[in-house]
């Protein structure tokens, strides 16, 4: 595979070619206009040399022309066709016999600018012409295409090189981030942020970036380490739940090895379902208020046959709940929010009653879940959204909980725009609260 050529030398050559082209029409434009000058000089020049002899014929027509002075390009022909007095060259002469008018003639002498009049008298019309040698005019043109032609590659060669230093200097700071970028590949360090100001917001972004993806690596080894601790102590209890089943039947050893497969089994369908929400493309459903609340329904029903039987489960659903909204979450996803919502409420403690509540203020969708026990440990309440996170009072009470639960039910509000919190009330217990955007007038599909 060929190697790409570096950025400085595109940027060298480049700038030489434009260079060389700009400077190749500049000189096409002033030898183009220097020569119009020098006509135009030139042939004003001779005008003014036929003014004397014009008025001479016009004032003393008997008398013919003087002499021309020393210098003067001048021919006078007589209106019988003989040249009374001339001092141009014969070949200019010859040249410009047949013109009238002004033009320029060449010869194998150089080139004239000629003008050319006729004077009418008495006794005849006379015919009057003079010239300009723009030899001069020529070299001086010739002067300045030869210079053009020395000096064209060398300015294009100077701004190759001058853009090669800037180019240099310019990336100095992208060889930097290079060598920056490379530590960051080893695992340390962090971009610079300096140099021109849209190398700095690369470097700043790019420096955000890899923060997210550190924290991202981090996280995901966090998980790992709590996953792994998680799964330890059932897994050990259901080791010694083995060994003992296996030196002694008992109905009690096996349904405590139930017990803590089931645990696992939650576990592992807990961390299955939070992965799948936090992967990237994944469809959002959605659902009517009035689907959801049938979902409610359902899910409160199966608590009721599954939870204490000395815990109240209760439903409320305000007067004023809009059915008709529609919110971006699936029927599945909602009763899992909910089912979480509501486990954790029966398991966090001493409780006669748990109320989940459903109401709409005309943009949202809310869904309480409060319950009449001691409260969440204010300590807690800012991690309790976290992956494993369980409170020292559901730890050391030996709580079935994997710590997911929460965790899964604010990954799926934020998944449907949403948010969740979780507060002690006023009154004593906790409030949990999810709350969903609510959409207007689009079908289900």
Do not use: K
């Amino acid at each position: 595979m060929r190697r790409p050529r570096s950025i400085r030398l595109r940027l060298a050559v480049t700038s030489a070619l434009i260079a060389a082209v700009v400077l190749a029409l500049l000189t096409l434009v002033v030898t183009m206009e220097v020569r119009a000058a020098a006509n135009a000089s030139a042939t004003a020049l001779a005008r003014s040399d036929l003014l004397s002899y014009a008025t001479d014929l016009r004032m003393q027509p008997d008398e013919g022309p003087d002499l021309p002075a020393t210098g003067l390009l001048v021919s006078v022909t007589a209106p019988d066709g003989r040249v009374r007095r001339t001092t141009m060259p014969e070949a200019v002469l010859q040249a410009s016999s047949g013109m009238t008018g002004d033009g320029v003639v060449t010869t194998a002498a150089g080139r004239f600018a000629v003008v050319s009049r006729t004077v009418r008298t008495p006794s005849g019309t006379w015919r009057l012409a003079s010239a300009r040698d723009l030899t001069p005019s020529d070299a001086v043109l010739a002067g300045i295409s030869a210079t053009m032609l020395v000096g064209t590659p060398l300015s294009a060669a100077a701004v190759g090189v001058a853009a090669w230093l800037v180019a240099s200097a310019a990336l100095r700071p992208v060889e930097r981030l290079r060598v920056a970028a490379e530590r960051l590949r080893r695992g340390s360090g962090r971009l610079p942020v300096e140099g021109a100001r849209e190398l700095t917001e690369l470097a700043a972004t790019m420096n955000g970036l890899v923060d997210s993806l550190r924290d991202s690596v981090a996280h995901e080894r966090r998980l790992a380490a709590d996953a792994a601790h998680e799964l330890r102590t059932p897994l050990a209890v259901l080791a010694a739940q083995v060994e003992r089943a296996g030196r002694r039947a008992d109905a009690e050893q096996l349904a405590g090895i139930g017990a803590s497969v089931a645990r696992l089994t939650r576990l592992a369908d807990s961390l299955l379902v939070l992965s799948r929400t936090e992967t990237e493309g994944e469809a959002v459903g959605r659902a009517t208020v009035a689907e959801l609340v049938t979902e409610a329904m359902e899910v409160v029903d199966r608590a009721r046959l599954l939870g204490p039987p000395t815990i109240l489960l209760d439903l409320e659903l305000d007067e004023g709940l809009d059915e008709r909204g529609v919110v971006r979450i699936d029927p599945t996803g909602f009763g899992r929010v909910l089912t979480n919502l509501v486990q954790n409420a029966l398991a966090a403690g001493p409780a006669s009653a748990v109320v989940v509540r459903l109401r709409t203020d005309g943009r949202d969708l809310e869904v309480a879940v409060r319950d009449d026990g001691p409260g969440v440990d204010p300590a807690f309440l800012p991690f309790a959204f976290d992956r494993f996170a369980r409170s020292e009072g559901a730890r050391s009470a030996g709580g079935t909980g994997s710590g997911l639960g929460l965790a899964l039910v604010r990954r799926l509000a934020e998944r449907a725009g949403g948010r969740a919190t979780l507060e002690n009330a006023v009154d004593g217990g906790a409030v949990a609260r999810v709350r969903f955007p609510v959409e207007r007038g689009g079908p289900i599909g």
